[in-house]
């Protein structure tokens, strides 16, 4: 095998101050942050991104990708990062886009009307300039691998990658704003650019840094917003028929509103249906989506004795306790959970005389995951089967929300009486925007129903499940605008690959480890959504789950560097059992294993796959002849591996294995001849 370091290709980066293994710790370290960090502050500004959230994360890998292959054909420094960084900051601040209602398919927008370029305007500008920015820091970290050993390079490099996802999640935690994340970024600039000449280093890297962290300044003093793990939220003090009321906004996207409770049942009668439609008075509350406090300060108010709100945002939460007239947090009955819905119910053994969704709509993907939702768990049939196993005799659950399409209505009460064993009833309160209630008893005894519902329309689509929890999805198709936008990212991706790296026949002897970095992505896809439905959509779900994937790749490498593995057909045959077990093992009895277990038994099934991958793919990569062409063939993989996981929405998530056993066969039959039998 090649281990043996290489000369370096860069003379300029002898000068750097940094010796190499630091200088690709902090170089990675800085990628994967600023990765991250992109992806959460175009979203909060751009509200498309809410909803593509993966789609800056497909610039990124391929910056990464366009950054190795980048390195050899140039000796000057990427100094192309931070100004391109300034110019994104200048334009997303100056056109920040919120987006209408009325979109279709998969999308379910709820902002009341549009500002700011079209998507297909802002959009392909988000995409490039992600890729340009990701470029640079790539650049740096390539250069140091031709420096070291194959697999210690990569070692450093992932190292590096849990120092960045460690450094973003503890200003997640702490609410920081996008300020310092700009600090963060111009500090690593300053550290990783070698100053050289020095009036070209201040006006191509001082002086974008300076603007971004200033207009970013500007963007948290002026906006007076809260940053919270999931939104940019801003509020607004009105004043409504005499009514005090603060109005929350997401995203720039309007969100909730904090009500006295006596005005909201005057103002919209849904918000009351819930405890009309029970055959007795709740004392024993659970609600999801309990939010700035209003439906809390309600069950206050009908005569609630204990009430449970769940809550997913801190910063939401916090909010309601402050701002919120009625004071409702502030009661003794009220306990609450800052969690997500699905897990709260998965987790607890209480029960309750009535079981309400209040209005869960949180306007953002979980992060890694194309399509879905933080609330996506929350409307399956297994959650809603959940919810009336935490019903005491007699008890009720209950949803409502601005549904706007009658399919749906007809599509969750599908839901519910599938789960409940009998028609709920449902209320449309307005046809306008779809408003309405659904609820249903523990027995068909235990609701009171204005009028029997007629059942759902013909051409209702089936409830959704655990498996492909896509409520808002209405045909078992990939919808048009994903099929347009990901064939273009395609078509930009071979062209920038071209133009950058030059002939494709570079890549050529690495098809294999391109094939590896599209499985992976598939399986790391599956691992994110099955934690989200095994303990939480949580931030902190999250960001333990990518670094758990994290360590399991350094694992491997570990392992790969110090022991004899056996050689690579073997390995793939441990890589394709883990693909089986996986696949053989039900969400449903994971499920039902005390949340310990389940945590040993998820962690085994998910990681085990994961780490068989990485030791086939340590094994190739030490072998190759160009580390930093095959380490950018395997991240521009990972790309591909972004855009294939849209098939999730017509297979559903347990179909990434097959597609990822598929790929891994590709991988093994493309594996060169002589690297077959690598012990």
């Not at 709509?361 to 879905?372: I, R, Y």
């Not at 297994?382 to 929300?401: C, D, I, Q, V, W």
């Not at 690959?497 to 598939?522: N, Q």
């Not at 030490?622 to 790309?639: K, P, R, V, Y």
């Amino acid at each position: 095998m090649t281990l043996q370091a290489q000369k370096p290709v860069d003379d300029g980066e002898k000068a750097h101050w940094l010796a190499v293994r630091p200088r690709l710790v902090l170089a990675s370290a800085f990628m994967l942050f600023l990765e991250l960090a992109l992806i959460r502050w175009t979203g909060s500004n751009i509200v498309h991104l809410s909803y593509f959230t993966n789609f800056v994360l497909l610039g990124s890998f391929l910056g990464i990708g366009l950054g190795f292959l980048r390195v050899g054909r140039s000796r000057r420094q990427p100094y192309y990062s931070p100004i391109v960084l300034a110019v994104l900051t200048i334009v997303v601040l100056t056109f920040p886009v919120t987006v209408d209602r009325n979109t279709e398919g998969v999308l379910y927008w709820t902002s009341l009307s549009t500002t700011g370029p079209p998507a297909w305007a802002i959009l392909p500008v988000i995409f490039c300039a992600a890729a340009v920015v990701l470029m640079g820091p790539a650049e740096l970290v390539g250069r140091c691998f031709p420096e070291l050993p194959r697999l210690e390079a990569y070692r450093y490099d992932l190292i590096g990658s849990l120092t960045g996802i460690a450094a973003f999640t503890a200003l997640s935690f702490l609410s920081a704003p996008p300020v310092f994340w700009g600090l963060i970024a111009a500090i690593c600039y300053g550290l990783l650019l070698v100053p050289r000449p020095r009036v070209l280093y201040v006006g191509l890297v001082t002086v974008p840094s300076l603007v971004v962290v200033g207009l970013l300044l500007a963007e948290t003093l002026t906006a007076g917003a809260i940053w919270s793990p999931y939104y940019k939220v801003t509020t607004k003090q009105l004043v409504q028929l005499g009514v005090p009321v603060t109005d929350i906004a997401v995203n720039g996207i309007p969100h909730q509103q904090a009500v006295p409770a006596y005005a909201r049942l005057q103002w919209e009668a849904q918000y009351g249906l819930p405890y009309e439609r029970a055959s007795k008075p709740p004392k024993d509350v659970l609600i999801v989506g309990a939010g700035s406090g209003t439906d809390v300060a309600i069950a206050l108010s009908k005569g609630a004795a204990r009430v449970d709100a769940v809550e997913i945002d801190p910063k939401l939460r916090e909010l309601g306790g402050s701002v919120h007239p009625d004071k409702p947090y502030d009661d003794p009955r009220v306990t609450t959970h800052v969690t997500d819905g699905r897990a709260f119910l998965e987790r607890s053994g209480d029960k309750y005389d009535l079981i309400l969704f209040a209005l869960p709509d949180s306007l953002t993907l979980v992060s890694g995951a194309s399509s879905l939702r933080l609330e996506s768990y929350l409307f399956t049939e297994e959650a809603m089967r959940a919810a009336r196993a935490h019903l005491k005799p007699g008890g009720t659950f209950s949803m409502y929300n601005y549904y706007r399409e009658s399919w749906l209505v007809d599509r969750l009460a599908t839901t519910m009486q599938r789960a409940f064993g009998h028609k709920p009833c449902v209320d449309v309160v307005s046809t306008a925007g779809q408003q309405a209630v659904i609820t249903a008893g523990v027995t068909a005894a235990d609701q009171r129903c204005a009028a029997e519902w007629p059942g759902a329309a013909p051409g209702t689509p089936e409830p959704a499940g655990d498996d492909r929890p896509f409520l808002y999805l209405k045909e078992g198709t990939i919808p048009p605008i994903y099929v347009i936008t990901l064939g273009l990212i395609l078509i930009v991706s071979l062209l920038a690959v071209r133009v950058v790296a030059g002939p494709y026949r570079r890549m050529r002897p690495y098809a294999d480890l391109f094939l590896l970095g599209v499985a992976f992505m598939l399986l790391e896809t599956k691992s994110v959504t099955g934690f989200a439905l095994l303990f939480g959509t949580t931030w902190v779900v999250n960001a333990i789950v990518f670094a758990g994937v994290l360590v399991a790749v350094l694992a491997a490498v570990e392992v790969t560097r110090r022991f004899r593995v056996p050689p690579l057909p073997v390995m793939y045959g441990v890589l394709l059992a883990g693909l089986l077990l996986a696949w053989l093992v039900p969400n449903e009895w994971l499920l039902s294993l005390p949340v310990p277990l389940r945590a040993v038994a998820a962690v085994t099934v998910a990681f085990l796959p994961i780490f068989a991958a990485n030791v086939v793919f340590a094994k190739r990569f030490a072998d190759t002849a160009d580390a930093t062409t095959s380490f950018g063939a395997n991240l521009l993989g990972a790309m591909v591996g972004g855009c294939l996981e849209y098939v999730a929405l017509v297979i559903g998530y347990k179909g990434l294995l097959i597609v990822a056993a598929l790929l891994y066969l590709g991988a093994l039959a493309l594996l060169p001849r002589k690297n077959s039998a690598l012990v």
